[in-house]
């Protein structure tokens, strides 16, 4: 465990904030869990009151931000897959979760997610599921630093039995981590074919009243959108705006069946989108258009999703599959570069997440949030340009080192909150019980 404060050496930091994009031989000054400076390392050693931590062939960057995940749902991973979303859902997931989900079930799955998502980088992860009170505590407890969005559904569940059952219990979470410095609390209405416009709009009274983050998956397959219009004869984004339920606070989850009229209406209201690249090309939900909501001033976020559809939680692998689709999707290589795949999985993710004043880049004053990542490995040799490694080169396992609030959480390999030998028994137990 390191002291409270702390300098730590390596080759090189992107800082995803000022003037360069990369800045060589720097080091990053930790006092009290915050960011006191990034020297050059000649000055950085001179300082004798802290303890020095050499990284040599690393890189430091922000510690990546996971805007959209289901971290219990790692015990369903590789349960169901090569199925559309509508079948995947109705005739695998939500079978198998009404029989099982339980504080057990989210509190073990939830580990696992954790230990995953650290190791690859991860600091920052954003939860949607049923209990999410196990959820805050076990990702608080690994080391993480989490929004929690409650789910809000019609669909009684073991969680909650009613619609004002969720909301009440969500409030009631939201009571019970104010003021936390590692865990918000905000809204999580599934979609809007599983929740009705009188809860959606309730939903929508609520969080603004108590200037709340809303996430929501929306848009996510051209057959979600279709069977609206139909029964309706609105779009789900329109339902959003008409209602309240659209504004700098909305995450807009997926996003991938959307016309420019869409994308004018989220950019109108200031609304995030949150692209989970993975998930939607397993799925074959589609490709949610980057570039075009970027060109029309939209902040877009990144998420893995949950780990039946991704499969991985990983953050590097996650940032590469964003890199590679925007390019393939519009048909332009310079559709986003390594430098902004980078920004996306980190400022622009904590921005999303109304967290950009505390994380998401290097800064002076924010929270020592960050990662080390290894450029040593032959698979990032040569080495002649950092960004384009971490992005373009990376196999997901190269994160060694990373911190979250000045706390040390995964050391030279090893996660220092998590028993990854432990782990693997509980999946065990959990794989003999869900295939039993
Ligand atoms: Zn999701």
């Known amino acids: 465990m390191t002291s409270a404060n702390f300098v730590v050496h390596a080759d090189a930091i992107i800082p995803v904030s000022g003037t360069e994009n990369v800045l060589k031989k720097h080091s990053i000054v930790v006092r009290d869990g915050v960011i006191a400076a990034l020297l050059p390392s000649s000055d950085a050693r001179e300082l ?11 890189a430091l960057m922000p510690g990546l931000v996971n805007a959209h995940g289901h971290a219990a749902m790692t015990l369903l991973r590789g349960y169901a897959d090569d199925m559309s979303l509508a079948a ?20 073990d799955g939830t580990d696992i997610a954790a230990a995953e998502m650290l190791l690859s980088g991860i600091t920052t992860s ?7 009170n196990i959820a805050a ?7 993480l630093r989490a929004q929690i969005v409650f789910p809000v559904m019609n669909i009684p569940t073991a969680w909650a039995d009613s619609s004002q059952a969720y909301l009440d219990k969500g409030l009631a979470l939201r009571d019970h981590f104010k003021g936390d410095d590692l865990i918000d609390i905000g809204f999580g209405p599934h ?17 603004n009243e108590l200037d709340a983050a809303v996430q929501i998956h929306l848009h996510e397959t051209a057959a979600e959108v279709h069977a ?19 504004g700098p606070r909305t995450q807009c989850v997926h996003m991938t069946a959307v016309g420019n009229q869409d994308i004018a209406t989220v950019a109108e ?24 909501f970027k060109d029309a001033g939209v902040n877009v976020a990144l998420g893995t ?3 039946a559809s991704n499969n991985r939680l990983n953050g590097l692998a996650e940032m590469q599959a964003a890199a590679l689709l925007a390019k393939l999707d519009s048909g332009d290589p310079t559709a986003l570069s390594a430098s902004e795949s980078i920004r996306m999985a980190t400022l622009d993710s904590a921005r999303a997440l109304g967290l950009d004043h505390v994380t998401g880049s290097l800064e002076p004053g924010k929270s020592a949030d960050f990662i080390a990542v290894d450029l040593s490995e032959i698979n990032m040799a040569p080495n002649h340009q950092v960004e384009s490694n971490v992005v373009y080169a990376s196999s997901g396992t190269e994160v060694t080192w990373s911190w979250v609030s000045g706390n040390n959480v995964v050391k030279n390999r090893q996660l220092q909150h998590l028993d990854i030998a432990a782990l693997r028994d509980t999946a065990a137990l959990w794989r003999a019980k869900l295939s039993g």
């Open 228 to 246: 609206q219009v139909e029964a309706t004869g609105e779009r789900p984004i329109d339902l959003l705006a008409r209602i309240g339920l659209l």
């Open 305 to 307: 999703d949950g780990a």
């Open 48 to 58: 004798r009151d802290v303890d020095h931590i050499d990284l040599p062939g690393h």
């Open 269 to 292: 209201y200031g609304a995030h989108v949150i692209h989970c690249p993975r998930s939607n090309m397993k799925l074959a939900s589609g490709a949610c258009p980057v570039k075009k």
């Open 126 to 132: 954003s939860d949607m599921y049923f209990f999410p």
């Open 88 to 107: 995947w859902l109705n005739d695998a997931i939500w079978p198998l979760e009404s029989r099982w989900v339980s504080p057990e079930f989210v509190r």
């Open 191 to 207: 979609s809007t074919y599983t929740v009705d416009e009188a809860v959606l709009s309730r939903t929508a009274m609520l969080a």
């Open 137 to 143: 505590q076990r990702l608080r407890a690994a080391g």
